[in-house]
């Protein structure tokens, strides 16, 4: 969880991409179901770079994605823990759009400006990830913000802080992952000071244009630079663990079956 005092670990995230160097096994360099769907403004036109997958990430989870990343040598892409969906049956996936909140103690100029341009700005199939620089939790979302995302069919939002209006978020089934509720407003607690720049959310580095993929076990960053290798290995894998998954339940011993596949 970030809200709180700058915590220089955060500097080090978002300056340290050599921790982050690591040979994908592909070759690759990296220098850097919910129960009803969420409900979604119309996909026309331009929209998130991740859409083309659709499909496939429909039927993939964290853990997989995250399996792929460890062989590849890309470890520690797991938010932490504490940042979880206001309903288990929560998932959401798409291309970061990202925003910098920092505490505040007096009501801005111009209030919600910086969340309001980032909202205006986005496009079907992405998703928000907020970072929450501030001592004491407050709602960086609430139901308002939900309808303007679901018009402009965001895919969801991740925050480490806090949100509120859980009733009309979940009716709209819309998704939403955070450290916490509170009826605290972030109105003279807390402001936007940036967007579309590099944050760490629950402890992890996000830039713009990252995949981020969220469910009920947690939240997992792809850094844009692999996105398209992850995808096609964890496809791979998902196809092979539904066969892993059949002949375990058919009887085969658990020992041989790994010595098959390899995936346990």
Known sequence: MSYGTFNPTRRNLLTGGAALLGAAAGGALLTAQAESKPRRGKLTG???????????????????????????????????????????????????????????????????QMEMELLDS??????????????????????????????????????????????????????????????????????????????VCGGVKVSPGDLVFADVVGVVVVPQQIVDEVIAKAWEKVRGESRVREELRSGKGVEETFRKYGVL
């Open 46 to 112: 331009e929209g998130g770079r991740y859409l083309k997958y659709e499909d496939k990430l429909s039927k993939m989870f964290t853990a997989v994605l995250q399996d792929v990343m460890d062989a590849m040598n890309v470890r520690g892409q797991c938010m932490a823990p504490d940042i979880k969906p206001l309903l288990p049956v929560m998932r959401a996936w798409g291309e970061a759009v990202t925003i910098y909140m920092e505490e505040v103690h007096e009501v801005p100029k111009k209030p919600f």
């Open 122 to 199: 986005t496009k079907p199939g992405q998703l928000i990830v907020a970072e929450c620089n501030a001592k004491k939790m407050s709602a960086f979302w609430g139901g308002l913000l939900t309808n303007a995302a679901v018009g402009h069919g965001v895919s969801g939002v991740v925050v480490d802080g806090g949100v509120r209006d859980y009733d009309e978020i979940c009716e709209l089934k819309f998704p939403v992952f955070s450290a916490g509720m509170t009826p605290y407003d972030s109105l003279g607690r807390m402001d936007g000071r940036d967007r579309d720049i590099p944050v």
